[in-house]
Structure formats: C-alpha cells, structure tokens
T-cell receptor, first 111, second 113 residues
Framework: EDQVTQSPEALRLQEGESSSLNCSYTVSGLRGLFWYRQDPGKGPEFLFTLYSAGEEKEKERLKATLTKKESFLHITAPKPEDSATYLCAVQDPGGYNKLIFGAGTRLAVHP | DTAVSQTPKYLVTQMGNDKSIKCEQNLGHDTMYWYKQDSKKFLKIMFSYNNKELIINETVPNRFSPKSPDKAHLNLHINSLELGDSAVYFC????????????FGSGTRLTVV
C-alpha cells in the first residue's frame, strides 16, 4: 500500500536554528511529491512540487530536495512566522491527480 | 478575490440531521476535490470531480453525496449525521498536468453533538 511518513511529528526551534523535516514514501513510480504549509484554521498552502531524484526547489528560507525514497524540507535560519504544520504528499500512481498525504510535522519557531 | 471558497466555515449540528457544505472556485480548474481532515490532522480524499464527472469515490459512507452542477462548483451533502463525522472538510481544486498542486479552501469545521 502506498504510504507517506513524516518525521518528526513536532519540532521546536529557536529563531535562526536551521533544521530539516523528513518525508519518506513508498509508492511505485513516483509521479510527483508535494510540500504544503498549513496554518491553524486554514487550508494547506502549496509550496513545491518535485518529480525526480536529485531535484531541488527553493523559496525564501525553504529548500525541498528529493531522493528515490524520501524528501527533505530544509529550513535555513527560520523565523517565528515559519511556524506552521508542513505536509508532504505524493501523487497516487493510479492517476486522477489523487494525493496521498502524510500526517505532517508541526514546526514551532521561538524568538 | 478568494480562489477556493467554501461555506459555511463552522457547522454545529445534532446527530441525525442533514447538512450541506458548498464550494466554489474561480481559478478555471477542471478538477475539484473533497478531503476530510480528522483530529490527527490526516488529510484523506473522499471524492473528486473532473469537469462535472465523478472520477474518485473513496470508501465513504453513502450518507455522503457530492454534487457538481458545473466545473466551478462542488457541494457535499451529508445525511443522518453521526458523531464520527466531526472533522474539518476541505474543498480543493487543481488543473492536472500543471504541477501546481491543489489550491485548498479554508475548510469547514463540522461538529456533530
């Protein structure tokens, strides 16, 4: 069964303390891996799509990377406004653009 | 200017009642979805429509019935509500092939008492 596992469940950082979030997946024939940010009381907000091992994408303090079995979301010098839940999802190989989500990592960045 | 809007934002209702949630997108996307986010924050797909045609129908009780009158609208009707239906329901839309991911609405928090 296709699965997405994120770790850690929760992460507390001091402002400026860089770290990485992990998303490991088991899916045959990856068609796309997605990262989203979700703030409390809001819908997930799209961040990145990665398609093949070795691919990297960046946006401000965030950088997403992809290997054949996992993806990392690196956060460089985080600020309190980066506090959110970060969700990883893979596109179901069965088609129809269905996404399978992980449970997310709750990130708290303290001043 | 909202891209995907759903109403209501909060819904508190008694067991056994019937309720509806409405969703509209102004992005011109062909595909719309309903996802359920449970108390552990897992997002799980329920239904998907592509240009008014049902294309994904996951294992969901048949008390849940989606309806898409046109490709910009997707509604969710729930009959005979149960305590276990309490969750946040998200509508989303996407244009397959663009690699942009979904655009989500802000969610409807359903509480069944």
């Amino acid at each position: 069964e296709d699965q997405v596992t994120q770790s850690p469940e929760a992460l507390r950082l001091q402002e400026g303390e860089s770290s990485s979030l992990n998303c490991s997946y088991t899916v045959s024939g990856l068609r796309g891996l997605f990262w989203y940010r979700q703030d409390p009381g809001k819908g997930p907000e799209f961040l990145f799509t990665l398609y093949s091992a070795g691919e990297e994408k960046e946006k401000e303090r965030l950088k997403a990377t992809l290997t054949k079995k996992e993806s990392f979301l690196h956060i460089t010098a985080p600020k309190p406004e980066d506090s959110a839940t970060y969700l990883c999802a893979v596109q179901d190989p069965g088609g129809y653009n269905k996404l399978i989500f992980g449970a997310g990592t709750r990130l708290a960045v303290h001043p | 200017d909202t891209a995907v809007s759903q109403t209501p934002k909060y819904l508190v209702t008694q067991m056994g009642n019937d309720k509806s949630i409405k969703c509209e997108q102004n992005l011109g996307h062909d595909t719309m979805y309903w996802y359920k986010q449970d108390s552990k924050k897992f997002l799980k797909i329920m239904f998907s429509y592509n240009n008014k045609e049902l294309i994904i129908n996951e294992t969901v009780p048949n008390r849940f019935s989606p309806k898409s009158p046109d490709k910009a609208h997707l509604n969710l009707h729930i009959n005979s509500l149960e305590l276990g239906d309490s969750a946040v329901y998200f509508c989303a839309s996407s244009q397959p092939g663009r690699g942009e991911g979904y655009t989500f609405g802000s969610g409807t928090r359903l509480t069944v008492v």
